[in-house]
């Protein structure tokens, strides 16, 4: 299974920015997922294996930006224009591109992501 380390979570004001990182053991298609309190799963954005192809959930596009650099095995999440009902606990997550936690093989720790008002 590849192994997952994110960072780059913390507070920010409602229309700021943040960016999340998650560096992989090995390079495969990702996604990354959040989570509020009370709430389930839900997806956010994937990447392919390539790169060559982005997926998004209708509440952030336009807003967020999923990326990677391949020499890195790190996949990206720009956040901007961020609004508090973005807030929840960050996870990256290895193995697909779809919008179904369960086709995923492998998930990072979790990172806080707060926004305020």
């Known amino acids: 299974q590849v192994q997952l380390v ?4 913390g507070l920010v004001q409602a229309g700021g920015s943040l960016r999340l990182s998650c560096a992989a053991s090995g390079r495969t298609s ?54 508090p009902e973005d807030t929840a606990v960050y996870y990256c997550a290895a193995g697909s591109v779809t919008d179904t936690p369960a086709t995923y093989n492998s998930w990072g720790q979790g990172t806080q992501v707060t926004v305020s008002s």
């Open 30 to 83: 990702m996604g990354w997922f959040r989570q509020a309190p009370g709430k389930e799963r839900e997806f956010v954005a994937a990447i392919s294996w390539s790169g060559g192809s982005t997926y998004y959930t209708g509440s952030v596009k336009g807003r967020f930006t999923i990326s990677r650099d391949n020499a890195k095995n790190t996949v990206y999440l720009q956040m901007n224009s961020l609004k």
């Open 6 to 9: 994110e960072s780059g979570g």
